[in-house]
């Protein structure tokens, strides 16, 4: 069996599926991307059983997906709730009860392709976007093991009857979640800064033709 794993740089989660990989396929290409980054060049040269997307920025190519002689699948940090950009966020924004981690076929377009599986978790209302992360990459590699092992057993994929909830959020539509006018009123506030502050992702204020970063003063 020969596998592409592709994932993205500097994340613990990334390095165990890694790991896993390594120690139970004898035909392993990894490459690891950050950012911005582009698919190597010489990728479009790889031609095997499986691509596996985990955590990955890069959007595959179909030129590339078409190498895959068996399935390409990608593990998404959402349920089908929250397809693409800001999953988190607006799972937040909305008050969502639950959230989730899912396993789907890859297609030319994003986040459409049939789900595969899906493991889902309680949304409480203490949560904020690093609790939200963290208990979805700890159900998402859980569900990376189940479907590897199927994988490696030379199991069918499972099918799930679920199906993807709404159309892919993009950059832009984040962004205006992430952006405070003045005509809000406090509620509406509060939920834009608990919806996209992680790190140093912050909202931030528009006043006329000017946008200025926010800052919560204690």
Excluded: Q
């Excluded at 990894?30 to 990728?43: A, F, K, M, R, T």
């Excluded at 569900?143 to 199927?150: G, P, R, T």
């Excluded at 993009?170 to 009123?185: G, K, V």
């Amino acid at each position: 069996m020969k596998v592409l794993l592709l994932g993205k740089k500097d994340n613990e989660y990334v390095k165990k599926a890694v790991r896993f990989c390594r120690n139970n396929i004898s035909e392993l290409e990894v490459n690891i991307g950050g950012h911005g980054e582009s698919l190597p060049e010489d990728i479009g040269w790889w031609e095997g059983d499986y691509i596996v997307s985990f955590l990955s920025y890069w959007i595959v190519p179909d030129s590339l997906l078409k190498r895959a002689k068996i399935a390409t699948i990608n593990f998404h940090p959402a349920s089908p709730d929250y397809p693409r950009t800001g999953c988190y966020n607006f799972a937040l924004y909305e008050k969502s009860s639950e959230y989730g981690a899912m396993c789907h076929h890859m297609k030319p377009e994003v986040d459409a392709g049939n789900i595969i599986a899906v493991k889902r978790f309680p949304i409480y209302d203490g949560d904020k976007i690093e609790t939200v992360i963290e208990r979805t990459y700890d159900n998402l590699i859980v569900l990376f093991y189940e479907i590897m092992a199927e994988i490696l057993n030379g199991n069918e994929l499972p099918t799930s009857e679920e199906k993807w909830k709404r159309k892919a959020t993009t950059r832009r539509e984040l962004n205006e979640l992430a952006t405070i006018t003045p005509d809000m009123n406090d509620t509406e506030i509060a939920k834009r800064v608990m919806a996209t502050t992680h790190g140093n992702w912050k909202p931030t204020v528009k006043l006329g033709n000017h946008t200025f970063e926010l800052k919560t003063i204690d």
